[in-house]
């Protein structure tokens, strides 16, 4: 077998090589795989049988060939018959392999939800729950959203992602009111992507989900940032609009970090303003204080409520409530759960006599 030697450059400019017979690092054999499913859906892009594809299949073709720019290079030194060389940065190598890993992500079920309580600041009711997407890297354990969510955002991954999340925590939720009264009237809030509320389809999804799930629109929240508000303004209106129509309650998460206008808020149907966490780190200073009164009263103004996020002691909790907010979540109250973990806060355990 001929030697292909991949120089994968690192931080400190050192290279080193690998063959195809080196299974425990491996490159070329890594690399192949995803490589032969962009090279599938070229060859399916040019024929014209995209079409006749399922919604699924269409999803998953083109995803891999949004990843054809940044690995052709890879592809062709794969196809060399003598020795090649491959710059790679070794964040460039890893954001590879953590690319084609999350395309076996969900169908190898290593995403797990985790749930956030949402609590009343006045008395710590609980009063729904955020819901946190988590990956269970065989090998990696488990990694970051920060690191993961960009990936699939830049692949279209978070598409099926994001459907598998708002299906799971629906269904979740069910599960918990059939098992549990006081979860009756508790709600859950899912993340959507930029990409997720683009889709003109979105709302039929959503309530297919509330149909196969029996849960009703009401208990299901949908959070989305202000920068995914500022494109494609005239879909996401429609979207949106729809959504409102079915019954779901639309959030704003981290607001202030974004850029929207307050016209552009005006315009949409939102129901709930999040305070972004690092607004509330600052609520000791003067202008930290400042900020989210101005916050508070902004939504106040609209008829909206508010929700604190990242509220880590007493003192931010009673801050909030004199300045407007009612509602928070952090770890002041409690860690993100996962499912098992969710009932014993809601319904504890008596004491032992």
């Known amino acids: 077998m001929t030697t292909r030697k991949f120089h994968c450059s690192t931080s400190s400019s050192s290279h080193y090589a690998v063959s195809p017979d080196e299974t425990s690092l491996d490159i070329s054999h890594e690399l192949r795989t995803p490589l032969t499913v962009i090279q599938g859906a070229l060859d399916l892009l040019g024929s014209g049988k995209l079409g006749s594809l399922s919604d699924q299949g269409q999803r998953m073709v083109k995803i891999a060939a949004n990843n054809v720019e940044r690995l052709m290079r890879l592809t062709a030194a794969l196809e060399q018959e003598s020795d090649c060389v491959v710059s790679l940065s070794s964040e460039e190598l890893g954001r590879l392999r953590l690319e084609r890993d999350l395309m076996l992500a969900l169908p190898h079920r290593q995403l797990r939800l985790q749930y956030q309580p949402i609590v009343a600041l006045n008395n710590g009711e609980v009063t729904g729950f955020e819901v946190l997407a988590r990956w269970h890297h065989p090998t990696l354990g488990i990694v ?171 003192e931010q909790a009673l801050k909030l409530q004199s300045l407007g907010c009612h509602r928070g979540q952090g770890f002041l109250f409690a860690r993100p759960l996962d499912s098992q973990g969710v009932p014993l806060l809601i319904c504890p355990l008596p004491l032992p006599l």
């Open 144 to 314: 970051s959203p920060t690191q993961f969510i960009p990936l699939a955002e830049a692949s279209g991954s978070i598409i099926d992602i994001g459907t598998w999340v708002i299906r799971e925590a629906c269904q979740q939720l069910q599960i918990w009111r059939q098992k549990f009264p006081a979860f009756n009237s508790l709600t859950i809030s899912v993340n959507l992507s930029c990409h997720q509320i683009a889709c003109p389809d979105l709302p039929e999804q959503i309530e297919q989900i509330l149909q196969e799930t029996g849960l009703s629109a009401q208990s299901l929240k949908l959070e989305i940032t202000e920068s995914s508000i500022m494109s494609n303004t005239d879909v996401i209106e429609l979207v949106l609009s729809q959504l409102q129509v079915l019954g779901v309650q639309l959030y704003i998460d981290d607001f202030g970090t974004g850029y929207s206008s307050l016209s552009r808020l005006l315009e949409l149907p939102l129901d709930v303003l999040k305070i972004d966490r690092s607004f509330v780190q600052q609520l000791s200073s003067e202008r930290g204080e400042y900020l989210v009164r101005a916050i508070a009263n902004l939504a106040q103004s609209l008829g909206i409520d508010v929700i604190a996020e990242g509220v880590e002691t007493e």
